[in-house]
C-alpha cells in the first residue's frame, strides 16, 4: 500500500514533530477506521468549537491500530489505511491531524499520563469531543467519566456524542466492517457516507507491457477488508479515468487451483497505461451476487454475459446516487 493521497492539512507523526506553540486546541481522539458519519459527526464538532473559540482543532489517531499490536492474530481488517483515513479526517475540517505511533510503550501509559503528558502538556487541550464508548489508556481502563474528570483537573471541557443512526443503523466501524463482510456493500455506504473502496495497485507480472489492452485487471495482493466473495458493479479508477466495471471477489472455483483473486472486468474500456505502481481505487457499488461453481465455462460465460447486461442496466439507472 503507498501513500497515494495527500492530507491538505500538516500532520505530525511525533511528539517532536508539534510545534511548541501548537495549542490551545481542540481535539478529537480515536483510531476512525473508516472515518464514518459517526466519526465524521465528532471531528467536525470539534472543528466547530475549535474556530468558534478561536482555537486550533486537531485530530488525534494512532498508526498501527492498537489491536494490530495488543492482540495481532485477533485484529480486525482495516477499513482504510493511513493515507486515505488522512485524507478523509482532513475533510472534516480540522486544522491538524496527529498520527501517535502506537506500540508497547505507549500501550503502558496510563489513562492520566496521556491526558498530562500529551494532550495538556504538548497540545494545550482546551476541549475535546469523544464517542460514548471511547476508551483509553493501559488496558483501555479510562473512559468518558475519567476523561471528564481529568478535564475538570487540568482545566478542558468534554463533549460526549451519543452514536449516530441511518436507515435505522447505528453506526460504529464494527458495523460497517460488518456489513462489508457479508457483501451489503450498500448498507456500508448509508453509514460511511460515501461508497466503500480500496486503494491498491495491479497484480504485478501482467504480462501486458505497459499498457492494458485488454478489459480486465486483477488488484495485487490487499490487507485491509473487502467485500464477501462474490460478484459486485464496481468502479474502477486507474490513474485519473475512471471506468464502470463489474468485479469478482474469490477463489473462482469453476477453474482447478487458480485461488483467490480480485478480478475487475471494464465496460468502458479504452487502452490506458498500467504499471505495477498505478494507483487503483476500486469502488464497490452494489452486489449481483453470491460466488458459485459452474457445470462448464460455457455456462460461466452466460451468467458473464448476463452480469455485465445487470451492471450495465445499474450504471443508467442508479448512477447519479452513487455520485
Known amino acids: 500500500m503507498t501513500e497515494q493521497m495527500i492530507a491538505t492539512v500538516p500532520v505530525y507523526r511525533s511528539l517532536s514533530e508539534i510545534p ?3 495549542g490551545p486546541s481542540i481535539a478529537a481522539i480515536g483510531n476512525f477506521d473508516g472515518v464514518h458519519r459517526g466519526h465524521q459527526e465528532i471531528l467536525g464538532a470539534a472543528a466547530a468549537e475549535a474556530r468558534e473559540r478561536r482555537m486550533r482543532s486537531i485530530a488525534v489517531t494512532f498508526d498501527p491500530h492498537p489491536a494490530q499490536v495488543l492482540y495481532p492474530k485477533e485484529a480486525p481488517k482495516l477499513l482504510t489505511f493511513l493515507p486515505q483515513r488522512i485524507e478523509l479526517m482532513a475533510r472534516t ?3 491538524a491531524i496527529f498520527v501517535l505511533p502506537f506500540n508497547a510503550e505507549l500501550s503502558r501509559v496510563t489513562g492520566h499520563e496521556f491526558v498530562r503528558d500529551i494532550l495538556v502538556g504538548r497540545l494545550g487541550i482546551r476541549g475535546i469531543h469523544e464517542g460514548a464508548n471511547f476508551r483509553f489508556g493501559h488496558g483501555a481502563k479510562a ?4 476523561l471528564r474528570a481529568f478535564g475538570e483537573e487540568f482545566g478542558f471541557n468534554v463533549h460526549v456524542h451519543g452514536a449516530v443512526s441511518v436507515h435505522n443503523l447505528q453506526i460504529s466501524s464494527s458495523a460497517v466492517r460488518s456489513a462489508i463482510a457479508s ?3 450498500r448498507r456500508a ?3 460511511l457516507g460515501r461508497v466503500f473502496g480500496v486503494h491498491s495497485n495491479p497484480a504485478k507480472g501482467r504480462g501486458v507491457g505497459t499498457k492494458l489492452l485488454v478489459p480486465t485487471v486483477n488488484l495485487a495482493p490487499y490487507d485491509g477488508l473487502l467485500p464477501a466473495f462474490g460478484v459486485y458493479v464496481t468502479r474502477l479508477t486507474i490513474g485519473d479515468r475512471c471506468f464502470q466495471a463489474v468485479t469478482n471477489v474469490g477463489n473462482r ?3 482447478e487451483d487458480i485461488g483467490f483473486g480480485v478480478e475487475t472486468h471494464i465496460l468502458n474500456f479504452d487502452p490506458v497505461d498500467l504499471f505495477d505502481d498505478t494507483p487503483l481505487y476500486l469502488e464497490f457499488l452494489f452486489r449481483l451476487r453470491g460466488e458459485m461453481k459452474w457445470p462448464s465455462t460455457d455456462a460461466l460465460k452466460a451468467q458473464i454475459l448476463k452480469d ?5 442496466r445499474y450504471f443508467r ?5 452513487t455520485r
Open 93 to 95: 475540517g480540522v486544522d
Open 143 to 146: 473512559g468518558v467519566e475519567e
Open 308 to 312: 455485465v447486461s445487470r451492471a450495465q
Open 20 to 22: 511548541s506553540d501548537f
Open 317 to 321: 439507472l442508479a448512477a447519479p446516487r
Open 253 to 255: 472455483p469453476t477453474f
Open 183 to 185: 457483501g451489503d456493500v
Open 189 to 191: 455506504r448509508w453509514m
